[in-house]
C-alpha cells in the first residue's frame, strides 16, 4: 500500500513550457486535491476533485489545469509556465469530503 | 474572520513531553478540532482530530478545554523524529469539507538531543 505517490519529485520547466503532474493513490479514495506551497504562504488549494471525471476550482486555480479520468490519478498540468508557478506541490486524498488528508511527499517545481 | 493562533515556535527535550498549544475562541457549533503536521520535505501528515472529548492515538493525545476554545496536542514522548511543523487547523473556516481546510503557518517544534 503505497498511499499517496506523486512524479515527478523535481522538475526545472523554462518559461512557457508545458508540463503534466502526476497523482496516484491504492487507498480508492474518492477525493483528491492539489496544493501548492510556498515560503510564507503556507498550503493553498489549487483544484480538487470529488469523484471520477469531476474537478472543482479551488484558492488559486489560474494558469493550472487538472483532470480526474480515472479514480486513483488526478494530473494537474501547466500550460504555459511562468517563474510565479515555482513552488512546491502536493496531492492529497481522502475517504469522504471531511476525512483526513493523505498527502504525497510533493513535486518541487522551478520555471525559470 | 475567526483566526486559529498558535506561538511561532517552541522546543523540548527528546524523551520529555511535548505539549503545542491551540487557541480556537470563536470556534462552535460542530466544528472538529484537526492537527496536523509537516516534517521538513515532506507532505503534511494527519494526527489526529477530536470534537468535545479528549482523544488519543498512537501518535499523540489531544486536550480539548470545556469551553472548547483552546486544545493541547501532547506528544508524551517527543523524538527527533518529531521535529516539524503542527498545524492546528482552523475550525471555523473548516465546514466540514476539506476544499475549505486551511492550514495557516503552525508552530514550528525543535526537538533537542
Known amino acids: 500500500n503505497a498511499g499517496v505517490t506523486q512524479t515527478p519529485k523535481f522538475r526545472v520547466l523554462k518559461t512557457g513550457q508545458s508540463m503534466t503532474l502526476l497523482c496516484a493513490q491504492d487507498?480508492?479514495?474518492?477525493?483528491m486535491y492539489w496544493y501548492r506551497q510556498d515560503p510564507g504562504m503556507g498550503l493553498r488549494l489549487i483544484h480538487y476533485s470529488v469523484g471520477e471525471g469531476t474537478t472543482a476550482k479551488g484558492e488559486v486555480p489560474d494558469g493550472y489545469n487538472v483532470s480526474r479520468l480515472k479514480k486513483q490519478n488526478f494530473l494537474l498540468g501547466l500550460e504555459s509556465a511562468a517563474p510565479s508557478q515555482t513552488s512546491v506541490y502536493f496531492c492529497?486524498?481522502?475517504?469522504?469530503?471531511?476525512?483526513?488528508?493523505?498527502f504525497g511527499n510533493g513535486t518541487r517545481l522551478t520555471v525559470t | 474572520d475567526a483566526k486559529t493562533t498558535q506561538p511561532t515556535s517552541m522546543d523540548c527535550a527528546e524523551g520529555r513531553a511535548a505539549n503545542l498549544p491551540c487557541n480556537h475562541s470563536?470556534?462552535?457549533?460542530?466544528?472538529?478540532v484537526y492537527w496536523y503536521r509537516q516534517i521538513h520535505s515532506q507532505g503534511p501528515q494527519y494526527i489526529i482530530h477530536?470534537?468535545?472529548n479528549n482523544e488519543t492515538n498512537e501518535m499523540a493525545s489531544l486536550i480539548i478545554t470545556e469551553d472548547r476554545k483552546s486544545s493541547t496536542l501532547i506528544l508524551p514522548h517527543a523524538t527527533l523524529r518529531d521535529t516539524a511543523v503542527y498545524y492546528c487547523?482552523?475550525?471555523?473556516?473548516?465546514?466540514?469539507?476539506?476544499?475549505?481546510?486551511?492550514f495557516g503557518k503552525g508552530i514550528t517544534l525543535s526537538v533537542r538531543p
Open positions: 487507498m480508492n479514495h474518492e477525493y
Open positions: 470563536t470556534i462552535s457549533g460542530n466544528e472538529y
Open positions: 492529497a486524498s481522502s475517504y469522504r469530503a471531511d476525512s483526513p488528508l493523505h
Open positions: 477530536g470534537l468535545k
Open positions: 487547523i482552523d475550525p471555523s473556516n473548516y465546514t466540514g469539507a476539506n476544499s475549505k481546510l486551511t
